[in-house]
């Protein structure tokens, strides 16, 4: 049994053929990166028009690799939620038409559901739930407790940006590239995690909620001081660059790593999921490992390239299938989530 798994809620247009089993028959991912490197973040309208162009042709190359034939699928699968609505609709519109076409079950994922679920992916047999699931990624920060794939209990999130988000940003002012958070940690590798005493919002008011705004804020404070917005025209040092890096990526690490550890203390769970383009973070990763061989949890983390999105991740779908969770072909899109649903 295969099914079809599409990807394309941000600026990734994926698709792969994935076995009951979890095993990738094939796949295809097209990046944007360098479509949106100019703007220092996702332009929702560039990355519509780009799914629309690529979402045939990476469909088509993953079936090819799997030398699977459409009418020989299980399902199609495809994430209607959360995300760009522009990018989701190019994704479910896909689906919603093969479905059709080879009379095809169809499958709607929520995307962060399936970010943690690439945990999952990552081992062999053991079964990762019940578990505490950490999202960072570029749109989301938030706690869940995990009780199975599809049954998600909300228990905190990020009160205003992402701590992807906040690595992009901090990019952009530094002139790094897009997307930052690679950047920002290569930089930060260099660099002294205390030459500058950055805020670690909310990390003992007791609550699972994040906010890095004002993090952001004071970085670029750090960089301009305060009322200029002028960064291109800035002339840092190298050793300056790196010093900001690697105590921003302190900062935010720190508090992921506080209440995180806290949920799980709370919560009476040994295992952690982190997923999310941000749990790709060397320093993230180490300090997690750390704080769980103190406080003696597991740490469940997927190899960098199923961190960010791809479809493989879709393979969550077999879970909904199980259960006879299946969308009809008025599927429509949710573009932004409350409390991570
Ligand atoms: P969402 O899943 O919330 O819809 P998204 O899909 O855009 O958002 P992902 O693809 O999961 O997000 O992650 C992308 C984010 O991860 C970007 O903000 C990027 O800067 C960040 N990121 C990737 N690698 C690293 C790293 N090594 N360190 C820090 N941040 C990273
Ligand atoms: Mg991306
Ligand atoms: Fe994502």
């Not at 994922?109 to 950490?134: R, T």
């Not at 690697?246 to 790593?257: I, K, N, R, T, Y």
């Not at 493989?312 to 429509?332: C, E, N, P, S, Y």
Request: glycine share 10%.
């Amino acid at each position: 049994d295969v099914l079809l798994a599409i990807e394309s809620t941000c600026d990734e247009t994926a698709a792969a053929v994935v076995s009951r089993g979890g095993r990738v028959l094939g796949e295809c991912i097209a990046t944007q990166e360098k479509l949106h490197e100019r703007f220092g973040g996702v332009v929702p309208e560039i990355a519509a028009r780009a799914h629309l162009e690529r979402i045939l042709p990476v469909i088509d190359t993953a079936l090819t690799q799997a030398g699977i034939r459409g009418r020989d699928l299980h399902a199609i699968a495809v994430a209607d939620r959360p995300g760009l609505a522009g990018s989701l609709l190019v994704g479910v519109v896909a689906a919603k038409s093969l479905a059709l076409a080879w009379q095809k079950p169809l499958v709607a994922i929520n995307h962060l559901h399936a970010h943690l679920y690439a945990c999952q992916l990552s081992q062999s047999d053991a079964n990762v739930y019940p578990a505490v699931g950490l999202i960072v990624s570029g749109g989301h920060t938030t706690l869940y407790l995990c009780h199975d794939p599809v049954d998600l209990e909300y228990l905190g999130g990020t009160i205003d940006d992402a701590a992807g988000e906040a690595f992009d940003k901090v990019a952009a002012m530094l002139s790094l590239g897009f997307p930052g958070g690679v950047e920002v940690a290569r930089w930060a590798a260099r660099g002294n995690d205390r030459a500058f005493a950055f805020p670690r919002s909310k990390q003992h008011d007791g609550s699972d909620d994040f906010s890095f705004s004002g993090l952001k804020t004071a970085v670029r404070y750090a960089i301009v001081g305060p009322g200029r917005q002028d960064f291109a025209t800035l002339e840092l040092s190298d050793q300056t660059k790196a010093d900001v890096c690697a105590s921003f990526e302190a900062a935010v690490v720190d508090v992921l790593v506080a209440k995180t550890r806290k949920a799980i203390n709370r919560c009476g769970v040994r295992r952690l999921l982190v997923g999310g383009g941000v749990a790709a973070n060397q320093r993230l990763r180490r300090d997690l490992a750390t704080a769980a061989e103190q406080d003696d949890f597991e740490v469940v983390i997927a190899p960098p390239e199923l961190c960010t999105d791809n479809a493989v991740m879709g393979a969550i779908a077999w879970k909904q299938i199980d259960r006879d969770d299946f969308a009809t072909l008025d599927l429509d899109i949710t573009p932004g989530l409350q409390r991570g649903f």
